[in-house]
């Protein structure tokens, strides 16, 4: 089993859509988790850290379950704009020393 | 936020030459930095973390020799890809670490091309 586990999708929604993706860790003892967003081409971008309480930066939600071992993103009132490949990272310990990155999902936002 | 620099952007090199990658935390110190290669629509792939002051911890699979990695100070690490050959063609991206809030921060990733 990976580490870090995402579905590539891709996910075709319409403007406005909402919509939801998972990512699934196996190291129970991962200790921070994050979202980056990567248009093609480009480098990754930090999209938001996700803490236990969950967190919301505007139209985006963040949340970790640990009992499940997963985290989540939900987009709200999708842009296209947003159409991007989103990766999940699971730092390992709390020293910055082990990033595990996910495969990526890949958005399109349809007009 | 914080900037990493990467450079070069692009390059194209002949094969059998050696290219050098530049990456720079600019308003952060990195005792950490992080080195990967993309290959096209596949997630990133660590090659080899860099510590400032120590010799780079290189994944599996990953040639030491072929893949030089210096961290000579807080804000520099470089990657040189020795007497490199079309295979090697690929995005390289650097990443640092930020210590106060645990973050990695990418540099803007060199794409490279070897004829």
């Known amino acids: 089993r990976k580490e870090v586990e995402q579905d590539p999708g891709p996910f075709n929604v319409p403007e406005g859509a909402t919509v939801a993706f998972n990512c699934t860790y196996s190291?129970?003892?991962?200790?921070?988790f994050f979202w980056y967003r990567q248009d093609c081409r480009k480098e990754p971008k930090l999209l938001m850290s996700?803490?236990?309480s969950g967190n919301e930066d505007g139209r985006f939600t963040a949340q970790l379950n640990r009992a499940s071992q997963y985290i989540s993103l939900l987009i709200r009132d999708s842009k296209l704009s947003d159409s991007a490949t989103y990766l999940c990272?699971?730092?390992?310990?709390?020293?910055?020393?082990?990033?595990?990155f996910g495969p990526g999902t890949r958005l399109s936002v349809l007009p | 936020g914080a900037v990493v620099s990467q450079h070069p952007s692009w390059v194209i090199c002949k094969s059998g030459t050696s290219v050098k990658i530049e990456c720079r935390s600019l308003?952060?110190?990195?005792?950490?930095m992080f080195w990967y290669r993309q290959f096209p629509k596949q997630s990133l792939m660590l090659m080899a973390t860099?510590?400032?002051?120590?010799?780079?911890?290189?994944e599996q699979g990953v040639e030491k020799d072929k893949f030089l990695i210096n961290h000579a100070s807080l804000t520099l690490s470089t990657l040189t890809v020795t007497s490199a050959h079309p295979e090697d063609s690929s995005f390289y991206i650097c990443?640092?670490?930020?210590?106060?809030?645990?973050?990695?921060?990418f540099g803007e990733g060199s794409r490279l091309t070897v004829l």
């Open positions: 308003d952060f110190q990195a005792t950490t």
């Open positions: 996700v803490y236990s």
């Open positions: 190291n129970s003892a991962s200790q921070s």
């Open positions: 990443s640092a670490d930020k210590q106060s809030t645990g973050e990695l921060f």
């Open positions: 990272v699971v730092g390992l310990d709390n020293y910055g020393q082990n990033f595990v």
């Open positions: 860099s510590n400032e002051g120590s010799k780079a911890t290189y």
